[in-house]
C-alpha cells in the first residue's frame, strides 16, 4: 500500500515558510511535531510505503524534503510526486510543464505519479489538508486533516480506521 503524504497541515500546522533556505513554522510548536503520530499508526503495518506528495519536494529537493522525517518514516519513503527531472530541459523543452504540476490539484499530482507506477498501485491513500481538485469518485482514498489540527485531530484518526 501507498501513502502520500503531504507535511504541512498533516505532520505539523500549515504555517511553514521558507526563511534563508531552511523551512521555519511560524505557528505554536515545531516543525514535525505530529510525526510520532504517524509513527504509530504505521508501526503495525510495515507493508506501507510513503510517497511524498509535499510541496517540500519541488522547493528543497526529494533527499533534503526526505530527510526532514524521522527514521522510522524517512525509511518508508520511496519516492515524491515532484521529481526534478520534471524541470528539466529535453531538447529545448520540459520534460514536463512545471507550471502545469503547481497549478495541478494535489489529486491531479497523485494521479499522475498512480497513472505512471512502474508497479500495479490497487492501494494508496492520501494524507493531506488540501481537499481541492478530488474527483469525487476518489475521496475515499482521501484522509483530509484541518490544516491546523493535522493528525493532532482525533477526527482523523476515525476517517484512518
Not at 82 to 95: D, L, N, Q
Not at 107 to 123: G, L
Amino acid at each position: 500500500m501507498l501513502l502520500f503524504l503531504d507535511y504541512d497541515g498533516v505532520l505539523h500546522p500549515d504555517a511553514a515558510y521558507l526563511v534563508r533556505g531552511r523551512p521555519e513554522l511560524r505557528a505554536e510548536g515545531e516543525l514535525f511535531m505530529w510525526a510520532p503520530i504517524l509513527e504509530e499508526i504505521l508501526a503495525p503495518y510495515p507493508q506501507v510505503q510513503l510517497v511524498l506528495s509535499t510541496s517540500w519536494v519541488r522547493v528543497l529537493g526529494f533527499s533534503r524534503a526526505r530527510d526532514f522525517l524521522p527514521k522510522a518514516l524517512s525509511g518508508r519513503v520511496i519516492g515524491g510526486t515532484w521529481h526534478s527531472a520534471m524541470g528539466r530541459h529535453a531538447g529545448g523543452t520540459h520534460k514536463v510543464d512545471s507550471s502545469w504540476f503547481v497549478s495541478a490539484s494535489r489529486h491531479d499530482q497523485i494521479a499522475r505519479y498512480v497513472a505512471r507506477a512502474r508497479f500495479p498501485v490497487a492501494d494508496w491513500v492520501a494524507v493531506d489538508d488540501d481537499g481541492e481538485g478530488w474527483d469525487v469518485a476518489m475521496l475515499d482514498h482521501l484522509i483530509l486533516t484541518d490544516g491546523g489540527l493535522g493528525l493532532s485531530d482525533p477526527e482523523v484518526h476515525v476517517n484512518a480506521d
